[in-house]
């Protein structure tokens, strides 16, 4: 069972997301909850699975509530997933960059917030398609690197390592990358694991953001 966090300051809003994913069989709502302060207090005590944040809500924003939540830093980190109404690269990058493992606008179809929040949980990420080249554009254009440079990565990961990270970075999913590499996706699941903390990330989304901003990959290769 996939235990979630709803914070939403919409009572409508907040009241939907969480019918919506009450209907589901492996997902359950642990709280409900209408302000980002809030949000923090109750992950911290109930653990969820995934955290689903507004961005604009009152006392405490749902992007400082993110960096709170899995920012650097963050010993035990809760995955968030960010679901907004505003289309605003301000707040899209900032989500990104304080740990977000999702960033979806509010207009999605009910199966899109499902698997993406199956997605946040399973470790894997999501962004909605539309934003897609937006933030690798802009990504290679800041080129703002992580601690861990392109030129150390490629001594501290592996050649197959190297070679996942570079189709992750494509797009491909998990039983996508098992299939060009011929292997099994338990393999490219346990390359992922190690590979992880050795760039300093903690999801695929942030590995493929990371590439993209260290040059490994270009938007459109």
Not at 136 to 144: I, K, N, P, T, Y
Not at 198 to 201: E, F
């Given at each position: 069972?996939?235990?979630v966090l709803v914070a939403d300051d919409q009572a409508?809003?907040?009241t939907g997301l969480t019918t919506m994913l009450q209907a589901e069989p492996d997902l359950e709502v642990v709280a409900a909850?209408?302000?980002g302060r809030a949000a923090v207090e109750a992950a911290h005590e109930l653990r969820p699975d995934v955290a689903c944040l507004d961005i604009r809500m009152?006392?405490?924003d749902g992007i400082e509530a993110t960096r709170q939540l899995c920012g650097p830093g963050v010993e035990e980190p809760v995955p968030v997933l960010i679901l907004t109404t505003f289309?605003?690269?301000e707040y899209l990058f900032g989500a990104l960059e304080a740990g977000a493992s999702g960033f979806l606008l509010k207009d999605a179809e009910p199966e899109e917030v499902v698997a993406a929040v199956r997605s946040v949980a399973a470790g894997n990420g999501t962004l909605a398609d539309e934003l897609t080249k937006r933030v690798?554009?802009?990504?290679?254009?800041?080129?703002?690197t992580q601690p861990v440079t392109a030129a150390r990565a490629t001594e501290l990961l592996t050649p197959r390592e190297l070679e996942i990270l570079l189709l992750l970075a494509e797009g491909m999913s998990n039983e996508e990358i098992a299939r060009t590499l011929v292997v099994e996706v338990s393999t490219v699941k346990s390359h992922l694991a190690r590979m992880l903390p050795?760039?300093?990330?903690r999801?695929?989304?942030h590995a493929a953001v990371w590439a993209y901003q260290n040059g490994l990959v270009q938007p459109g290769r």
């Open positions: 069972m996939i235990r409508l809003v907040r909850v209408s302000d009152p006392v405490l289309d605003v690269d690798l554009a802009e990504l290679v254009s800041r080129r703002a050795k760039l300093g990330v999801s695929r989304l």
